[in-house]
């Protein structure tokens, strides 16, 4: 591969990766917020299709960073101390941080939405403060992320688990990895399948009050509802390691543009569908209901990591949109930007300054040009500050009395994570 064991390089399509999807995961927040997602609309329909399941890449991002090192390490994840060190390090203070100034929100300045909970009890607290939200509503949906005001935050219960069971998985994936996709599609799959028709059971078990078409929600967006996504990136990983390896970079660029081509048309085919479903409904749970569909799930999310793998392999034509200093500089601040934005939404958008939210260019404007300048200011901070003191500290601690882990071996590496 041209990298001795263990080094990586950075490979600068997959930070674009990351940039696009958070500037598609608060643009689909704010067109929602100012009023442009009318259900049944041409508009809806396209905004929905073609960002409301992009949070998909955060996860296949998430698969091929964490699995790259793996791989070349010949199947070993290293120490374990240092791989929870670091993922700790690269998750935990900025979500924390963002916690707290949410709760000395609600104590202090209530929020003037109608989902926002006032001060959440402590049990809630607790389960925020372990990434644990979601599970915790399969238990009881009254418990809302992000306590009402913050609803983003679901994807952290995602990352968080997939984060413990990683290194469970790692060398069996390594092993067998076109058989971990297909059983990582068969989870998914009969996952979904059960959330869709056993939702009866499902709410006769929870302690919340939610219909039943909201616990299967609820249901289908847990880990196993996502493993397919993570599982197309850990094998992009295999698949990228093996290309470069065996010297077959040039052929696989000249068939990138072709498997690129149809992924493209994949989907849009894909997206139209998404959004369809999605624009059918009212509100901000368009995105939960279309992606419950287990058959068009699989599909969007293969469709979209071929598409990834051919910019990836494909000519620097096709990395160029992905692979520059502003999109880098955008998925540097990525992490912090996703977890502070509706917060922001809230509390400046909606109590303070009450943005308009009537669909119009104008209004679409001013949700803009208020919430992204102090969500990335608020990002810059915690970057500058936060994340990199912690990363550096967790390269620190992960070194003695062991080689340091694949995520410890480089810190450009370490940000092209996924959170």
């Known amino acids: 591969m041209?990298?001795?064991?263990?080094?990586?390089?950075?490979?600068?399509?997959?930070?674009?990766?990351?940039?696009y999807a958070i500037l598609g995961v608060v643009t689909i927040h704010?067109?929602?917020?100012?009023?442009?997602?009318?259900?049944?609309?041409?508009?809806?329909?396209?905004?929905?299709?073609?960002?409301?399941?992009?949070?998909?890449?955060?996860?296949?991002?998430?698969?091929?960073v964490l699995f790259l090192g793996v791989v070349e390490r010949g199947g070993r994840l290293g120490s374990l101390r240092a791989f929870a060190a670091v993922r700790g390090a690269r998750l935990i203070p900025a979500y924390w941080i963002t916690l707290a100034l949410m709760l000395a929100l609600l104590a202090?300045?209530?929020a003037a939405i109608s989902t926002a909970e006032g001060v959440p009890s402590l049990p809630n607290v607790l389960v925020h403060l372990g990434g644990m939200q979601m599970p915790a509503r399969m238990i009881d949906s009254n418990i809302l992320p992000g306590f009402g005001i913050n609803g983003a935050l679901w994807m952290i219960s995602v990352i968080v688990g997939f984060y413990l069971v990683f290194p469970l998985i790692a060398k069996p994936f390594y092993r067998h990895p076109l058989a971990g996709l297909a059983i990582a599609a068969a989870i998914t799959l009969g996952w979904k399948e059960a959330a869709?028709?056993?939702?009866?059971?499902?709410?006769?078990?929870?302690?919340?009050?939610?219909?039943?078409w909201s616990v299967a929600l609820i249901a289908s967006n847990q880990l196993p509802g996502w493993a397919f996504s993570f599982a197309l990136g850990m094998t992009g990983a295999w698949g990228y390691t093996r290309?470069?390896?065996?010297?077959?970079?040039?052929?696989?660029?000249?068939?990138?543009?072709?498997?690129?081509?149809?992924?493209?048309?994949?989907?849009?085919?894909?997206?139209y569908v998404y959004g369809r479903d999605a624009s059918e409904v009212s509100g901000a749970?368009?995105?939960?209901?279309?992606?419950?569909?287990?058959?068009?799930?699989?599909?969007?999310?293969?469709?979209?990591?071929?598409?990834?793998?051919?910019?990836?392999?494909?000519?620097?034509?096709?990395?160029?949109?992905?692979?520059?200093?502003?999109t880098r500089g955008v998925a540097e601040l990525s992490y912090s930007t996703y977890l502070i934005h509706l917060v922001v939404a809230a509390y400046v958008g909606i109590s303070l300054l009450a943005l308009p939210t009537d669909g119009s260019l104008r209004g679409?404007?001013?949700?803009?040009?208020?919430?992204?300048?102090?969500?990335?200011?608020?990002?810059?901070?915690?970057?500058?500050?936060i994340e990199l003191p912690a990363s550096a500290w967790s390269r620190r601690v992960s070194r003695p009395g062991a080689r340091r882990s694949p995520e410890s071996a480089s810190a450009p590496a370490a940000t092209a994570s996924a959170p």
């Open 196 to 212: 869709l028709h056993l939702s009866g059971p499902l709410t006769a078990f929870n302690l919340g009050d939610q219909p039943e």
């Open 364 to 385: 679409i404007a001013l949700w803009f040009g208020t919430v992204v300048p102090i969500s990335l200011l608020y990002a810059y901070v915690m970057r500058r500050w």
């Open 30 to 64: 704010l067109l929602g917020a100012a009023g442009a997602l009318q259900p049944g609309t041409t508009t809806s329909l396209v905004v929905w299709g073609l960002l409301g399941n992009v949070i998909d890449a955060f996860f296949i991002v998430s698969g091929f």
């Open 2 to 19: 041209g990298h001795p064991p263990g080094a990586r390089s950075r490979i600068a399509a997959v930070d674009g990766f990351r940039a």
């Open 285 to 326: 749970i368009g995105g939960s209901v279309a992606r419950s569909s287990p058959l068009l799930g699989l599909a969007y999310s293969f469709s979209r990591a071929a598409l990834m793998a051919a910019i990836v392999l494909g000519p620097t034509w096709a990395q160029a949109p992905f692979a520059n200093r502003p």
């Open 108 to 110: 202090l300045v209530p």
């Open 243 to 271: 290309i470069r390896a065996t010297g077959r970079s040039a052929q696989a660029r000249d068939a990138a543009v072709w498997i690129g081509a149809v992924a493209v048309i994949a989907c849009l085919a894909c997206a």
